[in-house]
């Protein structure tokens, strides 16, 4: 909405056309937006996505990479495969966009990417160690990148938020979580775009979406590494449910 709001053009993707579709059509935007059905958990599908826009003769002035997902649960009992599959999604595509739409930017001398990343870039997660893992890769390849071509025209951003009220919980197996219970005192999605829409325009490196989570991320980094990771066991570990 928000890049709609200043006139750009948009190439949206994601796994469900019905849902790309509605998306679309609530946007109600002047030109059409263009909708490509993608599945960026399959590893070719990066690749794929970048052919396709270059088929239609498109430059893309933004690359968002905000496509993520995470798996709950402590690491010696959850599934291997889905968390594979979740690097594939959470980094490998991400480089590979990255990759091919930075290079086109760069030797055009202008653009703009901004990446998903997050305050679990910062600490450990010991119930979402994949998830936390995959977004300290993000945070680093980012900074990374960003310091190799700031005087090419092209700027990095990286928008950090905490927990916010998204579906990105219910897809993680998460809800039963201590650190979504109290929908309260989760980030509203709109505040958390628009710290990230505002990052990326003034050219930022780095923004923390959210003054609780730039004092979170303050305290952190005054305290030792194993007594992060225990405060964030407890802040993330499941409800006590009948007093077990």
Do not use: W
């Amino acid at each position: 909405k928000l890049f709609t709001q200043d006139g750009y053009n948009l190439i949206i993707v994601g796994r469900d056309q019905t849902t790309l579709d509605s998306t679309a059509a609530a946007l109600k935007t002047q030109s059409p937006v263009i909708t490509i059905r993608k599945d960026l958990f399959r590893r070719n599908a990066a690749s794929e996505l970048y052919t396709e826009v270059k088929s239609m003769g498109i430059d893309i002035d933004v690359l968002v990479n905000d496509a993520g997902q995470g798996v709950y649960g402590e690491f010696l009992a959850t599934d291997i495969d889905r968390e594979l599959d979740i690097i594939q999604l959470n980094i490998a595509s991400v480089v590979v966009l990255t990759k091919h739409f930075l290079k086109d930017m760069v030797a055009r001398g202008e653009g703009k990417i901004l990446n998903l990343s997050s305050i679990a870039s910062k600490v450990p997660g010991p119930y979402q160690s994949v998830y936390h893992g995959t977004k300290a890769f993000i945070q680093s390849f980012t900074e990374a990148i960003r310091s190799k071509t700031k005087d090419s025209g092209v700027t990095v951003t990286a928008l950090l938020p905490g927990a916010t009220d998204t579906d990105f919980f219910s897809k993680a197996d998460m809800l039963d979580s201590k650190a979504v219970q109290d929908k309260d005192k989760l980030s509203n999605a709109a505040d958390v775009a628009k710290d990230g829409y505002d990052a990326l325009m003034s050219g930022k490196n780095k923004v923390i979406s959210g003054l609780k989570n730039k004092v979170e991320i303050a305290m952190t980094n005054l305290m030792p590494e194993r007594m992060v990771a225990d405060q964030m066991k407890k802040q993330q570990g499941p409800v006590e449910k009948d007093g077990q």
